[in-house]
């Protein structure tokens, strides 16, 4: 069973107020603001998590992040996040506030920090989110977003310098997440044979994405799909993009140069397995050409959960 982000619809209005409800957070105000709403649904149609954006004239709040119980830990609350700050990227908001008294802990991931409620500005300080329907006593946050719309990535074959942030980019996802179906984080030397299975010709390669700040803030690798040898001219891609740099373009910049890199190998096919949900990597994969071709349900159990991968796959050369 998996779930879809998508926006919410003027019909699921009560069903968004349910979960809210059930998960006991103010309702108050929202039902204004369900056009920039962003919900999961899960294939039975059932409203399973939602993120509310609510925009003003110096800034954007974020309330009503909230998952279903039984989809918790699932990575529903990230992905909901994430679509919520692309949505105010995309409407150029040059900051995200946030109000939280149980999730102080979550929110920075994003890049949210905490601040005194008078540095918020006065027109999100109307919101009936500020005026009333959440405690003083509540903690404020801000995320913001200027000068992060259009970062530049320099993207080249990783080094070995750069085994330490690709080691911690990767445990993140590793101990967070079941996005990857490792299930403890590795040390640097034990990350080393993986780096060492990647070279700078030949099918397998390992790239890295370099910030204005010369940071290494993401990866892109092919790798052996399965080992016997008619498989040679098949890869498996995988991309990891460190948590705050997510939606601004890191990964397609990855994927761009990963797949010029790899046009004049002997491949012919790269595919793809992506455990659900994750609406980024589906979107990414989709815009770079790989077309579904199913879901293995149950392959992994984590977090004492079982999760199903969904497997995409492209020629190396796309036809036109
Ligand atoms: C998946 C990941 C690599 C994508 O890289 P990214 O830098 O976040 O994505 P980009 O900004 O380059 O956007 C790529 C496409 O995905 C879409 N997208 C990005 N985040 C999205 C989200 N949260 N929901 C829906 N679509 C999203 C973008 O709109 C874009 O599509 P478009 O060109 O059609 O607009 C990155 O989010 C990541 O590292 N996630 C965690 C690790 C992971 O999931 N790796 C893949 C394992 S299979």
Same mark, same amino acid.
């Given at each position: 069973m998996h779930a879809h982000i998508e926006a919410a619809r003027p019909s699921d209005t009560d069903r968004v107020l349910d979960l809210l409800t059930r998960n006991r957070l103010p309702v108050d105000g929202l039902r204004e603001h369900l056009a920039t709403t962003t919900i999961a649904r899960d294939e039975t149609g059932e409203i399973v998590g939602s993120a509310a954006l609510e925009l003003y004239a110096d800034g954007a709040l974020l309330r009503s992040v909230a998952v279903a119980p039984q989809w918790q830990g699932r990575g529903l609350g990230h992905a909901l996040t994430d679509a919520a700050?692309?949505?105010?990227?995309?409407?150029?908001?040059?900051?995200?506030?946030?109000?939280?008294?149980?999730?102080?802990?979550?929110?920075?991931?994003?890049?949210?920090?905490?601040?005194?409620?008078?540095?918020?500005?006065?027109?999100?300080?109307t919101s009936v989110e500020f005026t009333s329907a959440c405690p003083s006593s509540a903690t404020v946050m801000r995320k913001s977003l200027e000068g992060?719309?259009?970062?530049? #990535?320099? %993207?080249?074959? /990783?080094?070995?310098? &750069? $085994?330490?942030?690709? =080691?911690?980019?990767?445990?993140? #996802?590793? %101990?967070?997440? /079941?996005?990857?179906? &490792? $299930?403890?984080?590795? =040390?640097?030397?034990?990350?080393?044979?993986?780096?060492?299975?990647?070279?700078?010709?030949?099918?397998?390669?390992?790239?890295?994405?370099?910030?204005?700040?010369?940071?290494?803030?993401?990866?892109a690798t092919t790798g052996r799909w399965r080992p016997k040898a008619a498989y040679d001219t098949t890869v498996e891609a995988s991309v990891y993009c460190r948590p705050d740099v997510r939606g601004t373009g890191c990964g397609s910049a990855l994927y761009s140069a990963l797949f010029e890199c790899l046009a004049r190998e002997d491949v012919e096919t790269i595919v793809a397995g992506v455990s659900l949900p994750n609406p980024a990597s589906i979107a990414l994969h989709e815009r770079f050409g790989f077309r579904s071709v199913g879901v293995f349900t149950a392959v992994g159990r984590k977090f004492d959960k079982l999760w199903d991968v969904e497997w995409f796959q492209r020629p190396l050369r796309l036809p036109g």
């Open positions: 700050i692309r949505l105010a990227r995309d409407r150029h908001v040059p900051a995200i506030y946030l109000l939280t008294t149980t999730a102080e802990r979550f929110f920075p991931q994003f890049g949210f920090e905490r601040i005194e409620r008078a540095d918020v500005p006065p027109s999100v300080q992060t719309t259009m970062p530049r #990535y320099t %993207v080249r074959p /990783a080094t070995l310098d &750069d $085994l330490g942030a690709l =080691t911690d980019i990767y445990n993140h #996802y590793v %101990v967070n997440t /079941a996005i990857t179906f &490792d $299930l403890r984080p590795f =040390t640097v030397a034990e990350r080393r044979p993986w780096f060492d299975d990647h070279a700078e010709s030949g099918p397998h390669r390992l790239l890295a994405a370099i910030d204005s700040g010369n940071s290494c803030v993401g990866y």
